[in-house]
């Protein structure tokens, strides 16, 4: 896909959005791009996690979360999704959200980046 193009679906709200990641960043990301109108395929690997989403239930405390799960989920512009290569094979635009917590020397541990960039 050309540059313009890529440019062209985003200005239209055409570009799909795979967001990798659904925790309390990847989720209001993924939400808050749904929510203006782009569709949204969100990935992650608790299916615990992802069954909640689909039944349209948050899976943590934030102020007006609950709703804008529902909304986003019924309008079909946010579906949760359990296989990563079939999300960015038809997605546009990739957004990785996943951990990189500090270890006991103090240096980000990017396994969980690694994983995903391997994947």
Request: proline share 4%.
């Amino acid at each position: 896909m050309s540059e313009d193009n890529l440019h062209t679906k985003i200005q239209d709200y055409k570009a799909r959005i795979c967001v990798v990641g659904l925790g309390q960043v990847g989720l209001p990301t993924a939400l808050t791009f749904s929510k203006q109108g782009y569709s949204v395929l969100g990935y992650d690997i608790n299916e615990n996690l992802l069954l909640l989403l689909s039944q349209r239930k948050s899976p943590f405390e934030e102020e007006g979360i609950q709703e804008l799960i529902s909304k986003c989920v019924e309008s079909g512009k946010f579906e949760p999704r359990e296989n990563l290569n079939e999300c960015v094979e038809v997605c546009d635009i990739i957004i990785v959200c996943v951990a990189t917590p500090t270890t006991n020397d103090v240096i980000p541990n990017l396994s969980y980046l690694e994983n995903v960039c391997k994947s």
